[in-house]
């Protein structure tokens, strides 16, 4: 165990909760900076109070009791270590004997890329323009002149010991010194200031398919970031692509349908009549029959949008009742004269 918590507050192992904490009560008053002349101590304080946070909790105190740590039984499910690592010390290397080296990888890169409700319909190639860092070619991705590191013999990893009790404990982490590069650096490029890296405006032509929806994504693999530090190898990131589809037309997009809300006059709602309205092919005549109510819908078989498999939906027009605002003086005596009709009272 690294500290016998035990021992720092003069108690032992079959000490029961009420004995630890007035041990603590003593001890916190002869230790406490604030509380004591004679005993000015802050790392005996902290201490103190270390080992009471573990002794009067009942599973810190079992974990301790069991494994030699407050957190339970390290390497096998606690914390900070795992399996991997005990095998990596055993067998000399990560995975049963085999040194795996760890593989860099870029950060990915988010575009937003809008398109028309005309381009969901027939599809589009787009011809994408974006920034991202790519390997410096001055110093092939090195950073500049380097060196082997010594601290970590060049594997970017450093063996951390731990002792728990009568078990040591191995596992390993990224060195320090290079920060798991393996390398370091001494005398940077003047291109890339030791990063490896310099920024390129890149171009990708991407398909984008008809049917498409806003919140799609698609994702080119390797064309997004390089990791810092390429020269000794690692991956680029990926770009993901997210598609926003900007509807500038009269017509409501529901899935693969369209909707056109027509504005129909009172006399054409009776006596039916023709109408122009929008669609995606431009615009087109329909008839609309007498006697019509308010929210008919007319169905126009095929006329919507198409999907990635080539069904099309269709556009619906919808009949809206339009009210005018005014009236002239002609059209008031029309109106009165025909609300003395027996069909208009």
Known sequence: MDKNYYDILEVDK????????KSYRKLSKKYHPDKSEEHVDGEKFKEISEAYSVLS???????????GSPDGPIGFGGSGFNMEDIFSNMFGGGGFGFQQPTIKRGYDIKLKVSID???VNTGIDKK????????????????????HCTNCNGTGKVSIRRQMGPT???????????????????????????????????????????????????????K??????????????????????INNTPLERIGNDLLFNAKIPFTK???????????LDGNIKIQINPHSKPNDIKRLRKKGLSDQRGTMG?????????IPKKLSKEEKELLQKLSEFDNFK
Not at 314 to 322: A, G, M, Q, S
Request: hydrophobic residues 30%.
């Open 224 to 245: 997004g970031n390089s990791p810092i530090r390429p020269g000794n190898g690692g991956i680029y990131g990926d770009l993901i692509i997210f598609i926003e589809v």
């Open 14 to 21: 079959t000490a029961t909760k009420e004995d630890i904490k």
């Open 168 to 222: 040591t404990i191995m596992s390993t982490s990224n060195c320090p010194v290079c920060n798991g590069d393996g390398f370091i650096i001494t005398n940077e490029c003047p291109d890339c200031k030791g990063s490896g890296l310099v920024v390129e405006e890149s171009e990708l032509n991407v398909n984008i398919p008809k049917g498409i929806n806003t919140g799609d994504k698609f994702q080119a693999n390797g």
């Open 117 to 119: 409700l005309i381009d």
């Open 128 to 147: 994408l323009k974006y920034k991202r860092e790519v390997k410096c070619k001055s110093c092939n991705g090195w950073g500049g002149d380097h060196d």
């Open 57 to 67: 909790d009942d599973t810190k105190k079992s974990n301790y009791d069991n494994y």
């Open 314 to 322: 269709d556009l619906l027009v919808k009949l809206d009742l339009e």
């Open 269 to 279: 709602m009776m006596l039916g009549g023709e109408l122009i309205i929008p669609s």
